[in-house]
């Protein structure tokens, strides 16, 4: 056998190949059925899955309800869809951000629960609708936007600013991708995997990643019906995105990057 063959041999020891099977749901795992019950019972973790992260100082930036329509039909987006890396250059108008932001994750509707609260929807489906993916925005040419890095807050339907700056340098950096100097902007998605793993366990994780890439597919769509260009990047650096984003890697950590721009 080559070296390559020898290189690509499976290796049940592997990380992926551990965590693959320490996340299979069994049908008589009772720990699972223990954790599904404390999740209803329990008035903290009931707190903790409803709560968001939110960022109470910074500088909040409402979005408008009245965003523009779609350019083309459903049936054209799916089958136009393609990942866009050649831009203009030219600024993003404010609103089309905007729909982007809540297209992908925004609340869509509510029904009144058991206990009598507001159970709230939103754009992507969630496991347990315990919503641990967070929606972060790089302005760089977007109207009415100063450049630096924005929090979506779904619930209030507000950017909340973080930080500013242009930070279109050290994202190229981070993620050898050039074609973000004519960018307007990129939407990076981070996880709190906590928020499901206190139900779920190990499985949680699974639910998480899969949450991240159906936010990813509704910001794909979105752009695409506006004839924005798009396009998603899973390689980068973690430790410096998380930096990039001001978190610690740990309890919350980066998942997926989209970048968007004018063609």
Known sequence: MSSIGQDLKYDDSTASELFHENSKQQRSDYRM????????????????????????????????????????????????????????????????????LYFANGVTGSVEAHDGLQQLFRAAPSGGALYPVEIYLFAFQIKKLEPGVYHYDPVENVLEYVAEGDYRPALITTTFTEELASAGAVIALTGISIKNRVKYAERGYR???????????????????????????????????????????????????IALGRV
């Open 207 to 257: 639910f998480m990643l899969m949450e991240a890439g159906h936010i990813a597919q509704n910001i794909l769509l979105c752009a695409t019906s506006l004839q924005l260009g798009a396009f998603p990047i899973g390689g980068f650096i973690d430790d410096e995105m998380d930096t990039l984003l001001g978190i610690d890697g740990l309890d919350e950590v980066s998942l997926y990057l």
């Open 33 to 100: 059925v223990e954790r599904i019950i404390a999740m209803i019972t329990n008035p903290l973790l009931q707190k903790m899955a409803e709560s968001r992260k939110r960022y109470p100082a910074a500088r909040k930036v409402s979005l408008p309800k009245d965003l523009p329509k779609a350019k083309i039909s459903f049936d054209e987006v799916v089958l136009s869809r393609r990942s866009t890396r050649n831009y203009t250059g030219e600024s993003i108008p404010f609103a089309e951000i905007c729909k982007i």
